[in-house]
C-alpha cells in the first residue's frame, strides 16, 4: 500500500511538472508571435539584432541566460547583420553587455565588426530607450531574447517609436523545448510583470474614477 501511495505521489508530481513544462512552452511558442511589425519583410536591407542584458554570475562568466540569448543571435544573423548587446552592470561590475559581445565572438563566432554594444541600460526599458539610436537606420529590426521577455521588449518598442516598431521582424526565438528550464522561470517573471502592469492600469483607472466623483 505504502509504495502504490508513493507511487501516485510520483505521478501526481510528474503530470504537474509536465503541465507546467507545457504551458510555459505554449505562452512562449504564442510570445515568439506578437508586437512584430506591419511592414512586410523582404528579407533585404540592413539587418540589425538586439539583444537583452542579464547579469553575468559574480565571477564574471556568462550566465546561462546569457548563453541561450547569444544563441538565438547567433542563429538569427543574416547576411550582413549587425548585433547590439544592451545592458550595463546592473548587478555587480560586469556590464553585461560586454560580457555577452565576449562571448558571442569568442565562442559563437559572431565577426567583432558585426558587434556593437550599450553599456547603460539597467531595464528592459532601456534596452530599447538606448539602443534605439544605434538601430533606427536599420531596415529590419530583431528583439533577442527569450520570447516572453523579446515580445515584452517589442511592445516598449511599439510605445516608444511606433515607426521603428513597423520593421520588427522574428528573431530564431522559439524552439520547442529548448531550455525549457529557463523557460519556465522566465515564463513567471514575464506573467508577474503583466500582473503589475495590470494591477497599475486598475490603479489609476480606480484614481481617475475617484478625481471625477470629486468634480460632480
Given at each position: 500500500m505504502r509504495t502504490k501511495g508513493v507511487g501516485a505521489i510520483l505521478g501526481c508530481a510528474v503530470a504537474i511538472a509536465a503541465a507546467i513544462v507545457?504551458?510555459?512552452?505554449?505562452m512562449h511558442w504564442r510570445a515568439a508571435r506578437r508586437?512584430?511589425?506591419?511592414?512586410?519583410?523582404?528579407?533585404?536591407?540592413?539587418?540589425?539584432?538586439?539583444?537583452?542584458?542579464?547579469?553575468a554570475r559574480a565571477d564574471g562568466s556568462t550566465h546561462p541566460l546569457q548563453r541561450w540569448r547569444c544563441r538565438i543571435a547567433a542563429r538569427s544573423m543574416t547576411p550582413g547583420a549587425f548585433v547590439v548587446?544592451?545592458?550595463g552592470a546592473v548587478k555587480g561590475p560586469w556590464v553585461e553587455a560586454e560580457v555577452m559581445a565576449r562571448?558571442?565572438?569568442?565562442?559563437?563566432?559572431?565577426p567583432a565588426e558585426s558587434i556593437r554594444t550599450e553599456t547603460e541600460a539597467e531595464t528592459t526599458w532601456q534596452n530599447i530607450e538606448f539602443t534605439i539610436p544605434l538601430i533606427e537606420h536599420a531596415d529590419r529590426i530583431a528583439i533577442v531574447s527569450s520570447p516572453m521577455h523579446a515580445a515584452r521588449a517589442r511592445r516598449y518598442l511599439h510605445l516608444q517609436r511606433p515607426d521603428l516598431a513597423a520593421r520588427l521582424t522574428p528573431a530564431a526565438d522559439y524552439r520547442?523545448?529548448?531550455?525549457?528550464?529557463?523557460?519556465?522561470?522566465t515564463a513567471v517573471h514575464e506573467l508577474a510583470a503583466i500582473a503589475r502592469r495590470n494591477a497599475g492600469r486598475m490603479v489609476v483607472r480606480a484614481l481617475g474614477e475617484l478625481d471625477l466623483r470629486r468634480t460632480e
Open positions: 507545457s504551458g510555459s512552452e505554449w508586437y512584430l511589425g506591419t511592414r512586410p519583410d523582404t528579407g533585404h536591407g540592413t539587418h540589425a539584432l538586439v539583444v537583452l542584458g542579464f547579469p548587446f544592451s545592458g562571448y558571442a565572438h569568442e565562442r559563437l563566432g559572431i520547442p523545448f529548448e531550455a525549457w528550464w529557463l523557460k519556465t522561470p
